[in-house]
T-cell receptor, first 114, second 115 residues
């Protein structure tokens, strides 16, 4: 069935270092890949998304890359700061229809040490 | 800014009770979703609705039902609560994708404990 695998489950970096989170998906028809950040006790919030017609997208210190052939996509955070500490979820849209249903990865807990 | 409001942040119920979780969105979104969030399992889809009175089962619908009588409101119902339904429940909404996929917007979640 449809599946999204996310690694690592936990990630600890020093402030200023880069962090990379990787996801693989199984549904070849997926064409939309959002990333959500969930701070402790708060709602998941969209931080960046990418559509299948592009290979990379950047927004300040965060970037996402997509390899459709290999069916994997990654989140890159540069110059990490303590406020980047949170749980990050990747997701892939299910199928090619317009319902907007997503399947989520298991989540990565990122800790940025000052 | 999209506002998705869940009726309770914390809820404690007893085994066997019928439990209602309410979610309201203010952006006229067609799609609404209910997820449960458990450590190490990510967000798992319970039920989905793409229009009033329309619903689809998600990945883990057993023990749950939903109601969408009005476009802005989507209710999750635990027919007979059990301890394994203790979890964080998240509601989300999104516009129906036409040519461009639309992101989902989440509520703050309801932490439900079944004793």
């Amino acid at each position: 069935g449809e599946n999204v695998e996310q690694h690592p489950s936990t990630l600890s970096v020093q402030e200023g270092d880069s962090a990379v989170i990787k996801c693989t998906y199984s549904d070849s028809a997926s064409n939309y890949f959002p990333w959500y950040k969930q701070e402790l006790g708060k709602r998941p919030q969209l931080i960046i998304d990418i559509r299948s017609n592009v290979g990379e997208k950047k927004d300040q210190r965060i970037a996402v890359t997509l390899n459709k052939t290999a069916k994997h996509f990654s989140l890159h955070i540069t110059e990490t700061q303590p406020e980047d500490s949170a749980v990050y979820f990747c997701a892939a849209k299910r199928g090619s229809g317009n319902t907007g249903k997503l399947i989520f990865g298991q989540g990565t807990t990122l800790q940025v040490k000052p | 800014d999209v506002k998705v409001t869940q009726s309770s942040r914390y809820l404690v119920k007893r085994t066997g009770e019928k439990v209602f979780l309410e979610c309201v969105q203010d952006m006229d979104h067609e799609n609404m979703f209910w997820y449960r969030q458990d450590p190490g399992l990510g967000l798992r889809l319970i039920y989905f609705s793409y229009d009033v009175k329309m619903k689809e089962k998600g990945d883990i619908p057993e023990g749950y039902s939903v109601s969408r009588e009005k476009k802005e409101r989507f209710s999750l119902i635990l027919e007979s609560a059990s301890t394994n339904q203790t979890s964080m429940y998240l509601c989300a909404s999104s516009l129906m994708a036409q040519q461009i996929n639309q992101p989902q917007h989440f509520g703050d979640g309801t932490r439900l404990s079944i004793l």
